[in-house]
């Protein structure tokens, strides 16, 4: 076990450039007190400790999504095609990145949404000194889970952040809150309970309901730190942000080269191939004309019953060699050029090959001709279909699919 560092980033720093942060010791037991300093202070701290980044909800938004599929690469693939329609900005602009599947309520996925700069701001300084941090965390989902009967807030200087559901919440200034409390829940029926750090001066009684105030919390980051529980919030070092991808993103030249080199060498063979196939016919009909000829010039001579053998086994030989595999690529395009004549209703819009797969889109008119295509797939032996996306909207179906050689 590793000590941990905890920082609280903001977008935008103290006056004096002064973030909170704290040391957490890996021995049980052992309190957490934050602390202030400049970020580059802190991130000199960070060798050898895992490092867990908290920022501010407001900058996070907090949603659910249902989609066809329970592993969390799938649903972060199909989060935001199923989304772009509740969002303002661009999804290529966004950052998705998804909870526990099936934690929300009635079995929906959660998801966290924030935008790529300011991911890329946050983890800059980071990157720059070589550091990857273990988790990111909005603050909203590092208040205590909400009970039945109340739901959990933070009140620091400038901000209150509430948690009203496992994965859901909303972050507003102190005068703010309010109007906010009124749109979560209009008819006032649930009470909140607010932890209240020393320097907030707002008079909450100016809220206009009950509130349960826990005072004297020293700074944000003692009360998040205190009740951050990983499995009940969400990561967002997802996708392109996850340790993972940094390290394809590292190989990324490399794989492109290899690919290339693939690309190249699947078109040599086929090339050889084509060319052997070509010679083999020339050499067996060469042959047929060359015993035709001799048995008409040398009848009893030219072929003996002990060579017809080896005759054979030669022309077997190259017969065989002309008659090589097909590369995985056009393997793949016979397979699916096959599929989509037997299955209308289906419409290729773009693919890919790499790594030995076929990666496609496609419309069709309804969910049924994308069963009809799994089922024609299901009784084949020269390829297989994984389906990763599949979304229904107004105007057809929306499918992603893999097809790998068999």
Same mark, same amino acid.
């Given at each position: 076990m590793r000590d941990t560092l905890y920082i609280q980033l903001r977008d935008v720093a103290a006056a004096d450039g002064r973030l909170a942060y704290a040391l957490a010791s890996a021995q049980p037991g052992v309190g957490v007190q934050s602390q202030q300093g400049t970020l580059e202070t802190i991130l000199a701290l960070a060798a050898g400790r895992r490092v867990v980044l908290f920022v501010p909800g407001t900058a996070v938004r907090l949603t659910t999504v249902q989609v066809p599929a329970r592993a969390a690469a799938k649903i972060l693939q199909a989060a935001p095609y199923a989304l772009?329609?509740?969002l303002a900005e661009d999804v290529d602009t966004l950052h998705f990145a998804v909870g526990a599947p099936g934690a929300g309520d009635g079995g929906a996925h959660p998801v966290a949404i924030t935008s790529r700069a300011r991911m890329d701001a946050w983890l800059a300084p980071l990157r720059a000194r070589g550091i990857r941090p273990d988790a990111l965390v909005p603050e909203t989902l590092c208040l205590p889970t909400p009970e039945g009967d109340h739901w959990t807030g933070l009140a620091e200087p400038g901000r209150v952040t509430v948690r009203t559901g496992p994965y859901s919440g909303f972050a507003c200034a102190p005068d703010d809150l309010a109007t906010y409390l009124q749109i979560a829940d209009p008819e006032s029926r649930v009470p909140l309970r607010l932890f209240v750090t020393r320097e907030v001066e707002f008079d909450f009684s100016r @809220?206009?309901?009950?509130?349960?105030?826990?005072p004297g919390y020293a700074s944000a980051l003692e009360v998040v730190t205190r009740h951050?529980? %990983?499995?009940?919030?969400?990561?967002?070092?997802?996708?392109?942000?996850?340790?993972?991808?940094?390290?394809?993103?590292?190989?990324?030249?490399?794989?492109?080269?290899?690919?290339?080199?693939?690309?190249?060498?699947? !078109?040599? @063979?086929?090339?050889?191939?084509?060319?052997?196939?070509?010679?083999?016919?020339?050499?067996?009909?060469?042959?047929?004309?060359? &015993?035709?000829? $001799?048995?008409? @010039? &040398?009848?009893?001579? $030219?072929?003996?019953?002990?060579?017809? %053998?080896? @005759? !054979?086994?030669?022309?077997?030989?190259?017969?065989?060699?002309?008659?090589?595999?097909?590369?995985?690529? &056009?393997?793949?395009l016979g397979s699916l050029n096959a599929a989509l004549a037997a299955n209308p209703g289906l419409t290729l819009e773009s693919l890919q090959f790499r790594e030995g797969a076929l990666y496609l889109s496609l419309t069709g008119s309804d969910l049924q001709t994308l069963e009809s295509l799994r089922t024609w797939y299901g009784s084949r032996r020269?390829?297989?279909?994984?389906?990763?996306?599949?979304?229904?909207?107004?105007?057809?179906?929306? !499918?992603?699919?893999?097809?790998? %050689?068999?």
């Open positions: 772009e329609d509740q @809220v206009g309901r009950p509130l349960e105030l826990l951050w529980q %990983p499995a009940s919030s969400i990561n967002l070092l997802q996708g392109g942000y996850s340790e993972a991808e940094d390290w394809q993103r590292l190989a990324l030249p490399w794989r492109l080269a290899g690919v290339l080199a693939l690309a190249w060498l699947a !078109i040599a @063979v086929a090339h050889q191939a084509t060319a052997a196939w070509r010679t083999g016919r020339e050499l067996a009909a060469l042959t047929a004309a060359n &015993f035709e000829r $001799c048995q008409k @010039v &040398f009848p009893r001579d $030219c072929v003996r019953e002990e060579l017809m %053998p080896a @005759v !054979i086994e030669q022309q077997t030989r190259l017969l065989r060699g002309g008659a090589a595999s097909r590369a995985p690529l &056009f393997q793949l020269d390829a297989q279909l994984q389906v990763e996306a599949a979304n229904a909207g107004a105007t057809g179906v929306q !499918i992603r699919l893999k097809l790998t %050689p068999v």
